[in-house]
């Protein structure tokens, strides 16, 4: 397990996003946390196996129609017996 | 009718230019009848209402669009190298978004399981990481440093090797694949997928390739391609939802789907949408 900060950039400020990013977070099966949201970019903390941060990523770049995600920085925080 | 949108003005095969005949072919194009045809000696196409639609004739292949194209068909500078064989393998209808047959055509993932023994096998399935990119400067996805074990990676392999992608998505329906060349080590193999749209969820795939084989006859070259395609077919047709999602919705891509994902962003910002499912299932 490891928990990643996860730096989304882009037009991503349509009111689905975040309720999506939960959404699809239970469907992978990784823990996520909104911690700041803004007109260009969301931060959330995601924890899980590094295998399914790497999906969380993917699915978020591609997100809902509605937005429109340019990048994503990832910044570990903690990993499962550090 | 389905709403063409930006895809409309954009260029697509509609046949093979040695195929073509004075009484025509007729055919599909997003939807609308167009009829592909030789006059004077000349490829031409014209939509249900007699209009003459422009006409590019490259790669074999004769291009045409509904709409009106602001640029030239993309080009393959491997088509113009001396000593490659251009292989014209033909079409194959396929019961499917003409997106996802681009999106099947780049997924590595898939080979050992559905093209087992030719270009995957067991238990050599893991796709290593490599780099995807959406190129500015000629707006293109580009995928680079793809490697994958293939028990035979060409007709003129023998034996098994870890092969060199590279692959391109080029137009809307169209992608380039770049492999490492089994007789010619330090140039690539050049297969490309070129896909007609007929409707939202029927295409046929005109598949082509560039390529160094002195030894092969051109026959088997062809039939070597139509196998491998073959076997996606059966695959293509049986993908749920018909329409390829550009919201992930019920899937889990992962990092294997790096391509596929670039492509669908590729397709979401510049609003290539017929073929596509916006919101997800």
């Known amino acids: ?82 | 009718m389905s709403d063409q949108g930006a895809m409309r003005d954009h260029w697509y095969p509609v046949g093979m230019t040695k195929q073509l005949t004075a009484g025509g072919r007729d055919t599909l194009l997003m939807g609308e009848p167009i009829r592909v045809y030789l006059d004077n000696g000349a490829p031409a196409v014209s939509d249900g209402t007699g209009r003459s639609l422009p006409v590019i004739d490259r790669f074999g292949h004769v291009w045409t669009s509904l709409g009106a194209p602001n640029r030239d068909l993309f080009t393959i500078p491997e088509a113009d190298q001396p000593g490659r064989r251009l292989v014209d393998v033909g079409v194959c209808r396929v019961r499917c978004s003409p997106l996802r047959a681009v999106e099947n055509f780049l997924d590595i993932a898939h080979f050992p399981f559905v093209h087992t023994d030719i270009l995957g096998s067991e238990p050599h399935t893991e796709v290593q990481r490599y780099e995807v990119e959406i190129r500015e400067d000629v707006d293109e996805v580009w995928a680079t440093k793809v490697k994958f074990y293939q028990p035979q990676a060409a007709k003129s392999a023998e034996g098994g090797i870890t092969t060199d992608y590279m692959y391109r998505v080029c137009a809307p329906t169209c992608s380039v694949l770049y492999k490492t060349c089994p007789p010619k080590p330090g140039e690539w193999d050049v297969i490309a997928l070129f896909v007609q749209p007929l409707t939202e969820t029927l295409c046929e795939v005109w598949p082509w390739m560039a390529l160094y084989d002195d030894a092969a006859e051109m026959t088997d070259l062809i039939h070597f391609q139509q196998m491998i395609f073959v076997q996606d077919r059966s695959v293509l047709e049986n993908q749920l939802p018909a329409l390829l999602p550009l919201d992930p919705g019920m899937e889990i891509p992962t990092r294997a789907d790096m391509t596929s994902i670039a492509y669908r962003r590729w397709l979401k910002r510049h609003g290539f949408t017929y073929g596509a499912q916006l919101v997800a299932a």
């Open chain 1, 1 to 82: 397990m490891a928990t990643e900060l996860f730096s989304i950039a882009g037009q991503v400020d349509a009111p689905g996003f975040a309720p999506w990013i939960e959404r699809h977070a239970r469907r992978i099966g990784v823990g996520v946390t909104l911690l700041q949201a803004a007109s260009d970019h969301v931060e959330i903390e995601v924890e899980g196996p590094p295998a399914l941060l790497d999906a969380m990523e993917m699915g978020c770049l591609l997100g809902p129609i509605e937005v429109w995600v340019e990048s994503i920085v990832r910044e570990r925080v903690c990993a499962a017996g550090a």
